[in-house]
């Protein structure tokens, strides 16, 4: 696998996420559980999109400085367009928590912990995830045509049920869990269950959290395919992924009270992944460069916003 990652870039780059995750939990807990405002969300959000663009100054001075300007521009445009599409899809998958977390009523105060606890299965998952698809395009060429199909049948199936509330109570793994899993009805605080053994009984909060692990396997195999039509340096793809992960936490509040605003971004959504599989699957006979990615999807995405704004979803009738 070709990869601008050296012992020092992988190093610098895990003791990063290892502080702000460590300075991230600190403050929460510091804070107690508690319900976080749209201006602590607002500020949170500023912070880890700033720490991931100071990341990515960071790493084009460094090549800068050791492999020349073009490969510097070159690898920062990288990261900046997958970080882009990786944070635009984060932006669904944050409605699917939403809409988790309402369908449970989890109390405000533990929201946090469960957003956290799904953010780190988050990253492990897409770890794995990427390195077994680097591992894969760099001995099977041909895997570049299954995930641009991929990504070109997952656009358009997202096309279609764009507008369309998910009903959980037919989804298959939430049905097995409470016929299945012993659960008591309330929430105790932060517990995952109670009592022991035989008499363990697991609470509404275990179930979400498993839901919302499930949710991360669905999002990361849509998403993963995506960055790799961007590059296949798995260091580029591995640091713009996690960036994007970390500031999910934050713009869950951010967006939590704002989800009816932009009802037409799941179709912007859609089209982007059409956009990169078809990229993809035309990668041998015509490479679309960087940069004119980077202008394609972020036209796509404010496009939809502003016309989310200029046209509000009409009220549903009673």
Same mark, same amino acid.
């Given at each position: 696998m070709e990869t601008i990652g050296n012992p020092w870039l992988w190093s610098g780059?895990?003791?990063l996420v290892l502080v702000a995750l460590m300075v991230d939990l600190v403050l929460m807990r510091h804070g107690g559980a508690h319900r976080v405002t749209f201006k602590e969300a607002a500020w949170w959000s500023l912070g880890w999109v700033a720490?991931?663009?100071?990341?990515?100054l960071a790493l084009w001075w460094y090549l800068g400085q050791t492999a020349g300007p073009d490969e510097a521009r070159r #690898?920062?445009?990288?990261?900046?367009? %997958?970080? !882009?599409?990786?944070?635009?899809? +984060? #932006? =669904?998958? *944050? &409605?699917?928590?939403?809409?988790?977390?309402?369908?449970f009523a989890v109390p405000e105060e533990q929201r946090q912990r #469960?957003?956290? *606890? %799904? *953010? !780190?299965?988050?990253?492990?998952?897409?770890? *794995?995830?990427?390195?077994?698809?680097?591992?894969?395009?760099?001995? &099977?060429?041909?895997m570049l045509y299954v995930f641009g199909a991929f990504l070109l049948l997952t656009g358009v199936k997202m096309w279609f049920a764009a507008g369309k509330e998910p009903n959980l109570e037919k989804n298959p793994v939430l049905r097995w869990m409470t016929s299945h899993v012993p659960f008591v009805r309330r929430y105790h605080g932060g517990a995952l269950w109670l009592g022991r053994g035989s008499r363990r009984k697991f609470t509404p909060l275990f179930i979400v959290l498993v839901m919302i692990g499930i949710t991360d396997v669905i999002f990361a195999v849509d998403s993963i395919p995506a960055i790799f039509a961007i590059t296949t340096d798995p260091f580029i793809v591995?640091?713009?992924n996690v960036f994007a992960v970390? %500031?999910? @936490?934050?713009? &869950?509040?951010?967006?939590? %009270?704002?989800?009816? @605003?932009?009802h037409l971004l799941p179709y912007g959504l859609a089209v982007v992944l059409v956009f990169i599989g078809a990229k993809m699957l035309? $990668? =041998?006979?015509?490479? $679309?460069? #960087?940069?004119?990615?980077?202008?394609?999807?972020?036209? $796509?995405?404010?496009?939809?916003?502003? !016309?989310?704004? +200029? @046209?509000? @979803?009409?009220?549903? +009738?009673?």
């Open positions: 780059f895990a003791g720490l991931a663009m100071a990341f990515n #690898v920062g445009l990288e990261f900046l367009t %997958g970080y !882009l599409v990786e944070k635009a899809l +984060a #932006v =669904d998958n *944050i &409605f699917v928590f939403l809409m988790l977390m309402t369908y #469960v957003l956290v *606890i %799904g *953010i !780190l299965g988050a990253i492990v998952l897409r770890a *794995i995830l990427i390195f077994a698809g680097a591992a894969l395009l760099a001995h &099977f060429h041909w591995l640091t713009s970390l %500031g999910l @936490r934050a713009m &869950f509040f951010l967006l939590a %009270g704002m989800a009816e @605003r932009f035309l $990668i =041998d006979l015509y490479k $679309i460069p #960087v940069l004119w990615s980077l202008g394609v999807v972020a036209v $796509i995405l404010a496009g939809t916003v502003a !016309l989310s704004l +200029a @046209r509000p @979803r009409k009220p549903r +009738a009673s």
